[in-house]
């Protein structure tokens, strides 16, 4: 027995007395079956219970009536498990079918399509994405819907959407990663390409060029390949994109990475004098990381009095803001990122100078977030000023920079400063 119901055939006496029941597990139980009449399970589609109406929305013997109704049921657990169920009926229904049990079905439908809980659209849209003739206007406005967790699994596997409509969707750009979802479809023609790079979405394009069947016209890859000296997310797909064109892959050589030209090297489809453009590549880079531990740059900017004249000027008419300092790291002008960090954290040079020398990553956190330097930046700081081991290297995350209480980072101040007034460096 389920719920105090026994699992034999129930008579229409029998269940008319059960849907009346105190007890909802009893009802619950009876609004499962697939035995009881239709006119029961309407009636229980109006339970004070939601989990007894949710169980008619499950239930697929259910009468089509009650499918609009539980559409606009207060409880979003009922509205979520008619949207399952009424998915499985949705190929064939449209908007204008004279059936009006069927257009029924499909206003309950759109009516879900549209529910305030997007909890209850994701589960009609992932039950949706795969059906070859689901309803064309229920699929594009789960397509164009503002919550990407809704209009992912359609975007990324629906058949029913056309070229014309993922075009339209892709200029449109309704919300955030829509366009890398449709940049990951199975397989993407040449003119939809050419949209998505239209877009200047770094990461739908990084999806595009990582996606072994999307179409890509080589003209376009060329001009990919043109942009992406400074756009790092692009650089592993393209060096591993098929039918790399010769002139492709020796431009790519000029910037990619130690590790992705060796990817370069490893591939069977280029030419003699293409691979000797990378190898020429990995000497050239070999030899300048020869000359890089010769020299080490990073000590560079220690022996120079930081620009504080210059930089000062910026600081007090409040223009030393976080993307000027950015733009200076980036360019390589650590000088400038010394001077900003010496004003920001109201510090002695000494103290800051010493600290960049002993290579304390605690320590220039302290610094950069006594800068007010976001995490991105504090990060970057490590890397290119401090030359901290990447194992070493704090990260913007909860075990690295978030990971440390104030106390903390104060004591790295106050160490390094008490070393300074006592002369002891």
């Not at 949710?54 to 207060?74: F, G, H, I, K, W």
């Not at 992932?126 to 594009?140: G, Q, S, W, Y």
């Not at 090297?265 to 990381?289: P, Y």
Request: aromatic share 4%; with cysteine.
């Amino acid at each position: 027995m389920v719920g105090g119901l026994s699992p034999k055939k129930v008579n229409y006496e029998q269940a008319k007395a059960l849907a009346r029941d105190a007890d909802p597990a009893v009802r619950r139980a009876l609004a499962s079956r697939g035995d009881v009449g239709a006119e029961i399970l309407y009636f229980l589609a109006e339970d004070s219970d939601p989990s007894v109406r949710q169980a008619v929305a499950r239930n697929q013997s259910a009468p089509r009536q009650t499918d609009l109704l539980l559409a606009n049921d207060v409880d979003h657990a009922v509205r979520g498990g008619l949207a399952e169920k009424i998915a499985a009926i949705a190929p064939g229904l449209a908007p204008d079918d004279s059936n009006k049990i069927r257009a029924q079905t499909y206003e309950a439908l759109e009516t879900l399509a549209r529910d305030q809980i997007a909890e209850v659209r994701v589960l009609l849209a992932e039950a949706l994405k795969d059906i070859v003739d689901a309803p064309t206007d229920i699929i594009r406005t789960l397509a164009m819907d503002l919550e990407i967790a809704v209009s992912r699994p359609v975007l990324e596997n629906s058949p029913v959407l056309t070229d014309a409509d993922l075009i339209e969707i892709v200029r449109r750009r309704p919300t955030n990663g829509a366009v890398a979802a449709v940049a990951r479809r199975a397989l993407v023609s040449e003119n939809l390409a050419d949209a998505i790079i239209g877009t200047d979405d770094v990461e739908g394009i990084a999806n595009l060029i990582g996606n072994t069947s999307a179409q890509i016209r080589e003209e376009a890859l060329d001009d990919l390949i043109a942009r992406a000296d400074n756009i790092e997310l692009w650089h592993a797909p393209l060096v591993a994109r098929p039918r790399l064109s010769a002139g492709a892959a020796a431009r790519m050589a000029g910037f990619v990475a130690e590790n992705l030209l060796q990817v370069l090297e490893n591939r069977t489809d280029l030419d003699a004098k293409t691979m000797a453009v990378i190898r020429n590549a990995m000497k050239s880079r070999a030899g300048a990381m020869d000359m890089d531990r010769a020299h080490d740059a990073s000590v560079d900017f220690l022996k120079v009095d930081p620009p504080i004249d210059f930089v000062g000027k910026l600081h007090k008419n409040d223009k030393l803001k976080t993307d000027v300092i950015i733009r200076a790291l980036q360019s390589g002008d650590h000088s400038f990122v010394f001077a900003a960090i010496i004003l920001r954290a109201d510090l002695p040079v000494g103290v800051v100078r010493r600290i960049f020398v002993e290579k304390n990553p605690k320590a220039i956190v302290a610094l950069c977030l006594r800068s007010k330097f976001p995490g991105p930046l504090t990060v970057m700081v490590q890397q290119k000023m401090g030359k901290i081991a990447p194992s070493q290297i704090l990260g913007d995350d909860k075990k690295g920079i978030g990971s440390l209480d104030a106390d903390e980072l104060n004591w790295q101040i106050e160490f390094y400063s008490d070393m300074a007034e006592r002369g002891t460096y």
